[in-house]
């Protein structure tokens, strides 16, 4: 059958029938379609944000996200450099004069804070008995020597083992040596035990390091009580004067040389070793523990010397390093 074709009047009553015919909105329909719109545009502005919102959240509560974000910086504490100013000390010296030192920071990992040749082999003199007084205490505490036996005159074990410090007492300090083996029974413990490879109590020479790394001993005393610590810093810290025939016009000053640069604000726990022969010191050593009880901060140090005529440089060296230790520890940096 062919296609049947319908008439749709466009105008007329009858044009709205068909479809044809445009039809005018009212206003009312216009306002309300308006309103319509801005609803919507208003309802999508707002899912917007507030799913940009979650989104800002989620990346703040995010620790990766938190990461990223800067935080203030602190100032780390990479010790103080002491090497420039041992340089500037070790400049001012005679060229006939040697020195070997060696200082650390006791309280931050041994840190070396300088050191000059203190790998050279110095004679120890009298700083050997730093050596025999560990090893007797730590006998005694162990219970191998009985600390109350009488071996020199009226002074016994423990006596000897305090003036072996105190006053450098060299018949104690050898009747001590002999008692716990001899020489070379110490030497190989100063080797064997204590790492110190560049020590031999035989012929009695060390190095600045190996000075200091038995102070360290002291310090950390993991082979000796608390009890035995207090009375060997006590030792090392009240030294009086004495009168002997080695020293120069019959009297011996412990605390002549490095102490002796320092204030007493600062704790300078000491042993010397020296040899005088009328003109200069074949060799003037001294080894000390530095204690600033303000901060509660210790450094360990060992200067060893051949040629010096007085003790003029190693007072100038113990106030140089102080004002600088006391300069780095105020600065707060430390803390």
């Known amino acids: 059958m062919g296609e049947h074709l319908i008439y749709a009047p466009k105008v007329g009553p009858n044009a709205g029938r068909y479809g044809g015919g445009k039809k005018k909105k009212s206003k009312v329909k216009l306002v309300l379609d308006f309103i319509i719109v801005a609803l919507v545009a208003c309802a999508t502005f707002v899912m917007f944000k507030l799913t940009v919102l979650k989104t800002e959240n989620q990346e703040v509560n995010n620790s990766e996200v938190v990461a990223k974000i800067p935080e203030e910086k602190v100032e780390e504490d990479k010790g103080i450099d002491l090497q420039p100013l041992l340089n500037r000390w070790k400049s001012t010296m005679a060229l006939s004069t040697k020195t070997g030192v060696y200082i650390i920071d006791l309280d931050n990992d041994n840190k070396v804070l300088g050191k000059i040749d203190s790998a050279q082999e110095f004679p120890l003199e009298s700083l050997y008995k730093l050596f025999v007084v560990f090893e007797g205490y730590r006998r005694v505490e162990g219970g191998l020597i009985d600390g109350d036996e009488t071996i020199v ?32 029974e110490i030497a190989r413990i100063a080797r064997d035990n204590w790492g110190l490879q560049n020590t031999n109590i035989t012929s009695y020479t060390s190095t600045a390091e190996d000075v200091v790394k038995m102070l360290t001993l002291y310090y950390e005393h993991k082979n000796i009580s608390d009890k035995t610590w207090v009375i060997v810093k006590d030792s090392m810290l009240n030294q009086p004067p004495i009168e002997s025939e080695d020293c120069i016009n019959n009297t011996c000053d412990f605390r002549q040389g490095l102490p002796s640069g320092f204030s007493d604000k600062t704790k300078v726990y000491n042993k010397v070793g020296w040899k005088w022969n ?25 200067v060893l010397t051949n040629g010096f005529t007085n003790t003029t440089e190693l007072n100038k060296l113990g106030a140089l390093i102080e004002e600088a230790l006391n300069a780095y520890l105020e600065s707060g940096i430390s803390k």
Request: aromatic content about 10%; overall charge negative.
């Open 153 to 184: 005159g009226d002074y016994s074990v423990n006596k000897c083992l305090d003036l072996a410090i105190r006053e450098s007492n060299s018949t104690c300090a050898e009747k001590l040596l002999d008692l716990m083996g001899g020489e070379e």
């Open 278 to 302: 009328t003109a200069y010191w074949e060799a003037y050593n001294d080894a000390a523990i530095l204690e600033f009880p303000k901060h509660n901060k210790h450094f360990a140090i060992a």
